[in-house]
């Protein structure tokens, strides 16, 4: 019965020590995010690397685990751009940098963040193409990316995102077409708000459908 107790006194030793590893490598990520950012409002101050792990940080959430489940940075003067490591943050489920002075590309590695609900990288100076993993991430519902400077086309992976509710990509530079695998979304999935204008696309496209009481009106601007 001893030799039982202490087998288990262990496990939970070891599964404890691997939540703290898994919260310090997300702290550690967090923080070299900080390092690479400008941050005159001193929003991220408290991201400090020297704590156990950042759930104790202001505008970081956790979940049960110690696990960064959401980053809400909307609006914070902060400025910049992303790293690739941002990707490793398993369990990331809203990443808000909205409104800010975000510049270079999106990283393609935030393709690997596959519970990822909402992606608001809007209104900044975002360059470069909309990576073509995002159409991995099949649990997004709001990808905004609209006020940037992104060009290229609109990748048609996007397509297999059924469960998109929010395509937003007005104001960049996106040239060609609209692909018909993110035009299909408005049949086979849940996509209710599709934005494109004001970019370089050709053809104008208007399609509706009933969603409950409320129809669906999808209109794509030149």
Request: with cysteine; charged share 15%.
């Amino acid at each position: 019965m001893a030799a039982q107790t202490g087998a288990v006194l262990l496990l939970v030793g070891l599964l404890a020590l691997a939540t703290m590893a898994s919260s310090n490598t997300e702290g550690d990520i967090l923080y070299s995010q900080r390092q690479v950012w400008k941050d005159p409002n001193n929003v991220l101050t408290s991201w400090d690397p020297t704590l156990v792990n950042p759930c104790t940080w202001f505008h970081v959430t956790c979940n049960l685990d110690n696990s960064v489940t959401r980053v809400d940075l909307g609006h914070a003067g902060i400025s910049g751009t992303l790293i690739p490591q941002l990707g490793q943050l398993k369990n990331l489920q809203y990443l808000e940098l909205y409104g800010n002075n975000m510049s270079g590309p999106i990283p393609t590695t935030l393709g690997n963040l596959t519970r990822l609900v909402s992606l608001d990288l809007y209104d900044n100076h975002l360059t470069g193409v909309i990576p073509s993993s995002l159409g991995a991430v099949g649990t997004l519902r709001f990808l905004r990316l609209h006020g940037n400077k992104l060009a290229g086309s609109i990748p048609a992976s996007l397509g297999r995102l059924t469960k998109l509710v929010e395509l937003e990509l007005q104001e960049n530079m996106l040239s060609s077409t609209v692909p018909l695998e993110i035009l299909s979304l408005v049949l086979v999935g849940d996509l209710t708000e599709l934005n494109v204008a004001k970019n370089n696309l050709a053809g104008t496209v208007i399609s509706s459908k009933p969603r409950g009481r409320d129809p669906y009106i999808c209109n794509l601007q030149l």
